[in-house]
């Protein structure tokens, strides 16, 4: 580590000479509520003549806020006489802007704070940003600011920082603030530092574990057999199980109607997908491909000795389903984020929004405009140079959302700090809002975590409290969880919820994720079945109410959003990785299943002239009966046998697996 001397002893006469100030003018805005910023050092006072780009976040429009669920229901629930009727961008951004009395306020302050200086409004109209000297920005704001580094890394912050009475009512946030911004500058102390990892081999993001596989013990003569399902679940399987044909090869399709697929440090190999589709899919010429969207430097294909269980599997899924229909690959950051050599970088999906909504980019909710400075990359990339270090911009709005979007990554909600999440859902109504469906992988660890996140064994407080995970806890998300066809049963019969014991036949033990959310509410779309399942079903386990379980003896949050909302099968998957082929299990196979069969709902409702289905979950909770139920399982963890698939909705299955026919017929027959 190098310092420049005269910086360091600059930053040390001003810290020395100022004597802060606040005048009774101005009002607290911020403070940091704990000591430290993990594994963040704080280091000298920031030089006075260092400049930094400064964004001040403008309240939200609380009107807005305080609709939006109902807007949301307006354009999603069946019985409205405005269902599909979605929303452009631009009605999104207009509405839920700040109002014009915050923005003229704001202005009106900085106009006479800082005179003369150049201040942009963001096109999402939730910013003002300038540059200024450290010096401007401390006379700003009656605030402190100094050097916090991690490795190579520096930011700049406070500890808190001061506004006009006139003006705090209006403001959401100031970068930077409590919250630092990352910064590279001659005046700044920095070190070099290599990734000592080569990028090779699965990729496990977060806490969400890969797919388990294993290798194929039993191999279908006939692409069409059938009576193997209970051993290797092939496409004819869930063409069977879910009752639906493959289209025709030469089947006109909408250009506008892509299955997206979200990626992360987990990559395709085109060989696999050709050896798939040459084993399974005749139909299916070799060579066909998802379009990569990439974003912050994803890249793929891969050669196949680094191709990935995870990407692999769920383009061998989802392209069967819907060919000739196109996926859409967003590959999401560069090799350094993506396979998470930087242990710090903890958090999940925020770059990927910001592609595809360049709103997102500088969004302010719940304390926090833009992405994480500690939580997510920062781009461009100064830890790896090119190919596998970004070293362009952070992407914002470069790629238009797919109507239908399946992800099968994420954590445990322990993972990230609520305000991170709350965030992000909002994004995800917003989504909604315009049409998009979005379908996440519930989890494969039962009701607890992965080891180590939480307590040791995964689950909360002293190891007994069940682990809700992240996105799913979102209510305007779609989670889908994980069936099996057991050994012995046939695709002709009820499916069970998947649950297999450690080294039964996987190394890892895996069973459907599902249980109660501890930041976000029972939304109102699901209440009735949460009711339903507690007055007929009740667990035998204590609960507590509203997430406090570190004050309560209980193991769930009776009044959390339920998890998971549907299912589709999820053990026994045939897939071809790395060239050999074998099976996996996990509900990463199940989320692009059933994304896969809404994209081709999608396909059919475009041909006659309507609109994306959007935000599904209230349609399928008024109608469950188009839905197979699952009523046999159970999903194990944190010493218990954890919940019960039971008739109705249950946070094991959700509501169940696709009936194809009837959700055709049914959502043909909505506007």
């Given amino acids: 580590m190098h310092f420049l001397f005269l910086s360091f002893i600059a930053a040390a006469v001003w810290g020395f000479a100022q004597a802060r100030v606040v005048p009774a003018s101005h009002l607290l805005h911020e403070k940091r509520e704990h000591a430290g910023t993990g594994n963040w050092v704080k280091r000298a006072r920031t030089a006075p003549h260092v400049k930094v780009p400064v964004r001040i976040g403008l309240r939200q429009n609380q009107y807005a806020l305080s609709q939006a669920q109902q807007w949301l229901m307006n354009v999603s629930h069946p019985g409205s006489e405005n269902y599909g009727q979605h929303w452009t961008q631009e009605d999104v951004i207009n509405t839920f802007a700040p109002s014009d009395d915050s923005t003229v306020a704001v202005k009106e302050w900085l106009a006479t704070a800082l005179p003369s200086r150049e201040i942009t409004h963001t096109k999402?109209?939730?910013?003002?940003?300038?540059?200024?000297?450290?010096?401007?920005?401390e006379n700003l704001v009656h605030a402190e600011y100094y050097e916090h580094h991690n490795g190579d890394r520096a930011m700049i912050s406070c500890e808190k920082y001061h506004v006009p009475a006139s003006v705090k009512e209006h403001i959401d946030y100031i970068t930077p603030g409590v919250k630092g911004v990352h910064f590279e500058s001659k005046d700044l102390k920095k070190r070099s530092r290599r990734p000592n990892q080569d990028g090779s081999g699965y990729a496990s993001r977060n806490g969400r574990q890969p797919p388990q596989i294993r290798p194929a013990i039993n191999t279908p003569l006939q692409q069409d057999q059938l009576d193997t399902c209970d051993q290797i679940i092939t496409p004819a399987c869930l063409q069977a199980l879910y009752d639906f044909?493959?289209?025709?090869?030469?089947?006109?399709?909408?250009?506008?109607?892509?299955?997206?697929?979200?990626?992360?440090?987990?990559?395709?190999?085109?060989?696999?997908?050709?050896?798939?589709?040459?084993?399974?899919?005749?139909?299916?010429?070799?060579?066909?491909h998802p379009v990569l969207d990439s974003i912050d430097g994803g890249m793929a294909p891969v050669v196949i000795s680094l191709s990935g269980g995870e990407s692999d599997l769920d383009f061998q899924l989802a392209i069967p389903v819907i060919y000739p229909q196109t996926t859409t690959l967003f590959q999401t950051d560069d090799t350094y984020y993506g396979l998470q050599l930087d242990p710090n970088v903890t958090g999940i999906f925020n770059t990927f929004l910001d592609a595809i909504d360049g709103s997102y980019c500088t969004y302010s909710a719940y304390g926090e405009t833009g992405d994480d400075p500690i939580l997510d990359p920062v781009y461009p990339d100064p830890n790896l140079p090119p190919p596998n270090g970004y070293q362009g911009q952070r992407q914002c709005g470069v790629y238009a959302p797919t109507n239908v979007i399946s992800i099968s990554y994420g954590e445990q909600e322990e993972d990230l700090p609520a305000y991170y999440q709350q965030r992000q859902c909002n994004e995800f109504l917003k989504l909604g809002l315009q049409g998009v469906s979005i379908f996440v992988a519930s989890g494969d660890t039962g009701v607890g975590?992965?080891?180590?996140?939480?307590?040791?064994?995964?689950?909360?407080?002293?190891?007994?409290?069940?682990?809700?995970?992240?996105?799913?806890?979102?209510?305007?998300?779609?989670?889908?969880?994980?069936?099996?066809?057991?050994?012995?049963?046939?695709?002709?019969?009820?499916?069970?919820?998947?649950?297999?014991?450690?080294?039964?036949?996987?190394?890892?033990?895996?069973?459907?994720?599902?249980?109660?959310?501890?930041?976000?509410?029972?939304?109102?779309?699901?209440?009735?079945?949460?009711?339903?399942?507690?007055?007929?079903?009740?667990?035998?386990?204590?609960?507590?109410?509203?997430?406090?379980?570190?004050t309560s003896d209980g193991l769930y949050n009776r009044n959390g959003r339920g998890i998971p909302d549907v299912a589709a099968n999820g053990d026994n998957i045939a897939v071809y990785a790395r060239g050999r082929l074998a099976t996996q299990g996990g509900t990463s196979a199940s989320a692009p299943i059933f994304a896969a069969l809404v994209t081709r709902i999608n396909e059919e409702r475009i041909s006659a002239g309507k609109g994306p289905i959007g935000f599904i979950n209230p349609v399928l909770y008024q109608h469950p009966e188009i839905l197979n139920d699952i009523v046999n399982g159970t999903n194990p963890g944190c010493g218990t046998s954890g919940f019960d698939a039971v008739p109705g909705w249950d946070p094991v299955t959700g509501l169940g697996t696709p009936n194809y026919p009837k959700m055709l017929s049914l959502f043909m027959s909505l506007p």
Avoid: M
């Fill in 124 to 137: 999402n109209k939730a910013w003002l940003a300038f540059d200024a000297t450290v010096q401007e920005l």
């Fill in 245 to 288: 044909e493959p289209l025709p090869p030469n089947a006109t399709i909408s250009p506008n109607n892509s299955l997206g697929v979200f990626e992360e440090g987990d990559y395709y190999s085109q060989a696999d997908l050709d050896s798939f589709f040459t084993n399974f899919t005749s139909y299916i010429p070799n060579g066909t």
């Fill in 449 to 550: 975590g992965l080891a180590g996140h939480g307590s040791a064994n995964g689950c909360l407080r002293n190891g007994t409290v069940f682990s809700p995970t992240h996105p799913n806890s979102c209510p305007w998300l779609t989670n889908v969880g994980a069936t099996k066809v057991y050994p012995g049963r046939t695709v002709y019969e009820p499916e069970s919820a998947a649950n297999d014991p450690a080294g039964h036949p996987y190394h890892n033990a895996f069973s459907s994720s599902g249980g109660f959310s501890n930041i976000f509410t029972v939304p109102d779309y699901q209440a009735f079945a949460v009711q339903t399942y507690f007055a007929d079903h009740n667990p035998p386990y204590p609960y507590y109410n509203d997430g406090q379980y570190n």
